[in-house]
């Protein structure tokens, strides 16, 4: 792999802090100079597809606050909000639950400033409980649920490779007008964490998630702490693989990795059965993964669709039909994406799973 580079201050840079680098850094980083969200951008979430896919999110979150026991308190947090459609779309669902919305704190938790100023844009004429935080402190006393959207594959990732027992780590080396990527001998406590997962065991190539399972640490004191629990919805696969699937979109086309760099989005498929595996090491119960499709039926969205289409013409509806297939097609989003949900209450029976 080779490409015309500069802006890459060091010689020789690991996977994780490539990534990081070109999605986070706050002049140049992609997430910190561009809206990358719609037609325009270089993507779509779920959430630009259809209002009803948020909605379903809505319905899901009211119904495991009723699960936690109505409690008086309950602490929202959705983790790295994008441009804000999910948000503006859930406190309109909210307002629907006078209870429930009298109850809600709803905290916005985002690392882009550039980013918070689009949301800000779009929410702030919907409600005035909502607020944006950069880590949890503010999040005290009633239970929390913290949710993400294509969340945890816009984190960097580690990468190794196993060869005869030895455990290397990928790296980028910097030449004068190019990169490739070389490996070298990985630090002996990475190789003593990869080798404690069980879901790892027996693959020759990792992808291991170290800044996300460290996000993730303090999301679980915060639901160790209060009750509650975190809902993940993103692209990847259930059994562990050999695969090395970082990848780079721009304008809705693959692009190569070490091009267009601070201008491309990176990203990975997450392993949701090493995902399963942290959770569980971390103390908290875990509801068997699914797939979008499977969650977003369970949730009632062909019932919501239904009712939709009763005000609709016959071009509205066909639109919808379109939105809602690529939400629900096994080809599409349907199965490719799965969702996980890690928590602490005595109640398991949070819908959306059996």
């Given at each position: 792999?080779?490409?015309?580079?500069?802006?890459?201050?060091?010689?020789?840079?690991?996977?994780?802090?490539?990534?990081?680098?070109?999605?986070?850094?706050?002049?140049k980083?992609?997430?910190?100079t561009?809206?990358?969200?719609?037609?325009?951008?270089?993507?779509?979430t779920a959430?630009n597809?259809?209002?009803?896919?948020?909605?379903?999110?809505g319905?899901?979150?009211?119904?495991?606050?009723?699960?936690?026991?109505?409690?008086?308190?309950i602490?929202?947090?959705?983790?790295?909000?994008?441009?804000?459609?999910?948000?503006?779309?859930?406190?309109?669902?909210?307002?629907?639950?006078?209870?429930?919305?009298?109850?809600?704190?709803?905290?916005?938790?985002?690392k882009?400033?550039?980013?918070?100023?689009?949301?800000?844009?779009?929410?702030?004429?919907?409600?005035?409980?909502?607020?944006w935080?950069?880590?949890?402190?503010?999040?005290?006393?009633?239970?929390?649920?913290?949710?993400?959207?294509?969340?945890?594959?816009?984190?960097?990732?580690k990468q190794?490779?196993?060869?005869k027992?030895?455990?290397?780590?990928?790296f980028f080396?910097?030449?004068k007008?190019?990169?490739?990527?070389?490996?070298k001998?990985?630090?002996?406590?990475?190789?003593?964490k990869?080798?404690s997962?069980?879901?790892?065991?027996?693959?020759?190539?990792?992808?291991?998630?170290?800044?996300?399972?460290?996000?993730?640490d303090?999301i679980?004191?915060?639901?160790?702490?209060?009750?509650?629990?975190?809902?993940l919805?993103?692209?990847?696969?259930?059994?562990?693989?050999?695969?090395?699937?970082?990848?780079?979109?721009?304008?809705?086309?693959?692009?190569?990795?070490l091009?267009?760099?601070y201008?491309?989005?990176?990203?990975?498929?997450?392993?949701?059965?090493?995902l399963?595996?942290?959770?569980?090491?971390?103390?908290?119960?875990?509801?068997?993964?699914?797939?979008?499709?499977?969650f977003?039926?369970?949730?009632?969205?062909?019932e919501?669709?239904?009712?939709?289409?009763?005000?609709?013409?016959?071009?509205?509806?066909?639109?919808?039909?379109?939105?809602?297939?690529?939400?629900?097609?096994?080809?599409?989003?349907?199965?490719?994406?799965?969702?996980i949900?890690?928590?602490?209450?005595?109640?398991?029976?949070?819908?959306?799973?059996?």
């Amino acid at each position: 792999m080779k490409t015309n580079i500069n802006n890459l201050n060091q010689k020789s840079i690991a996977v994780d802090e490539f990534f990081n680098n070109a999605l986070f850094d706050k002049k140049k980083g992609y997430y910190s100079t561009k809206n990358p969200f719609g037609k325009k951008g270089d993507f779509v979430t779920a959430p630009n597809i259809s209002d009803i896919f948020s909605e379903i999110i809505g319905i899901w979150i009211i119904s495991t606050w009723e699960k936690l026991g109505k409690p008086k308190k309950i602490n929202l947090v959705e983790l790295g909000p994008g441009d804000g459609s999910m948000a503006k779309i859930l406190v309109r669902t909210f307002k629907r639950f006078p209870k429930f919305y009298s109850s809600a704190y709803f905290f916005l938790y985002e690392k882009s400033d550039l980013l918070i100023k689009i949301q800000k844009k779009k929410i702030k004429i919907e409600s005035n409980k909502v607020f944006w935080i950069k880590d949890f402190k503010k999040i005290k006393n009633g239970p929390v649920i913290f949710f993400g959207n294509e969340f945890f594959d816009a984190i960097p990732i580690k990468q190794f490779q196993v060869q005869k027992g030895h455990y290397l780590e990928k790296f980028f080396r910097k030449s004068k007008y190019e990169i490739k990527e070389f490996y070298k001998k990985a630090k002996n406590s990475d190789e003593k964490k990869l080798r404690s997962f069980n879901s790892l065991k027996g693959l020759n190539f990792i992808e291991y998630p170290e800044l996300g399972f460290q996000e993730l640490d303090k999301i679980i004191k915060k639901i160790l702490l209060l009750s509650g629990g975190i809902l993940l919805i993103d692209y990847g696969y259930l059994q562990s693989q050999n695969l090395n699937t970082l990848q780079s979109i721009r304008k809705h086309k693959k692009n190569d990795i070490l091009k267009n760099i601070y201008k491309a989005d990176i990203t990975y498929l997450v392993n949701f059965n090493l995902l399963s595996e942290f959770f569980f090491r971390n103390n908290l119960k875990v509801k068997k993964v699914v797939t979008q499709k499977f969650f977003l039926e369970k949730m009632g969205i062909v019932e919501r669709a239904k009712i939709l289409k009763k005000n609709m013409n016959k071009l509205q509806v066909n639109n919808l039909e379109r939105r809602l297939h690529r939400l629900l097609d096994r080809k599409m989003m349907g199965d490719l994406f799965k969702v996980i949900f890690a928590f602490k209450s005595n109640n398991d029976d949070i819908l959306g799973f059996d």
